[in-house]
C-alpha cells in the first residue's frame, strides 16, 4: 500500500471542500444550456435575464467561478473593474447610459439565488430609492 503524507492529504481535503460547485451560470458560459448572449470576451460574458425586472435586464458574469462578491480576492481586482466598464459599455451599446442601475446581491439574505457572482445591469423603467 502506498504511504500518505498526512500533509498533502489534509492539503487535499481543503481543496475539495472549497472548490465551487457549477452553476448554471458555469454551464451557460459553457453553452451546455442557452442564453441570449449580448457581449462575451475572454473574461466574461453578457446575456439577457431569463425573468426580467424591467425592459432590459443583462446579467453581467465573470467566466471565473466565484460565488459572490465576499468570495472575491485581491487577485480578482481587475476582473471586478473589467466588469464594471463592460456594464457602461453595454448599456452605451443599448442606449441606455443616461439611466440604469448596476445591481450585486451578495448572499441568500439579499435575495442571491444564483452563486456564480453577476451584476444585473437594469434600465427601461423608473426607479426608486431607497431601492427594495
Ligand atoms: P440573483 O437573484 O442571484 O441576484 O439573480 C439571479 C438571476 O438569474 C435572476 O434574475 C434570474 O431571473 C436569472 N436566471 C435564473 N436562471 C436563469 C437562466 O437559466 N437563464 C437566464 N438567462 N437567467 C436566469
Redesign the pocket.
Known amino acids: 500500500m502506498q504511504n500518505l503524507n498526512p500533509d498533502r492529504l489534509y492539503l487535499t481535503t481543503t481543496l475539495r471542500i472549497y472548490k465551487m460547485t457549477d452553476t448554471?451560470f458555469k454551464k451557460?458560459i459553457d453553452r451546455e444550456?442557452p442564453?441570449?448572449i449580448v457581449y462575451e470576451d475572454d473574461n466574461c460574458l453578457a446575456?439577457?435575464?431569463?425573468?426580467p425586472?424591467a425592459p432590459t435586464?443583462i446579467?453581467i458574469i465573470p467566466k471565473k467561478q466565484i460565488e459572490k462578491v465576499a468570495d472575491a480576492e485581491i487577485g480578482d481586482k481587475e476582473l471586478l473593474g473589467h466588469l464594471m466598464l463592460v456594464a457602461g459599455n453595454i448599456a452605451r451599446d443599448l442606449g441606455v447610459e443616461d439611466a440604469f442601475r448596476l445591481?450585486v446581491?451578495n448572499g441568500s439574505g439579499a435575495?442571491?439565488?444564483?452563486f456564480h457572482l453577476?451584476i444585473?445591469l437594469i434600465a427601461g423603467r423608473e426607479f426608486n430609492w431607497p431601492p427594495g
Open positions: 448554471l451557460i444550456i442564453a441570449d446575456f439577457k435575464d431569463i425573468n425586472v435586464h446579467l445591481v446581491n435575495q442571491q439565488t444564483v453577476h444585473h
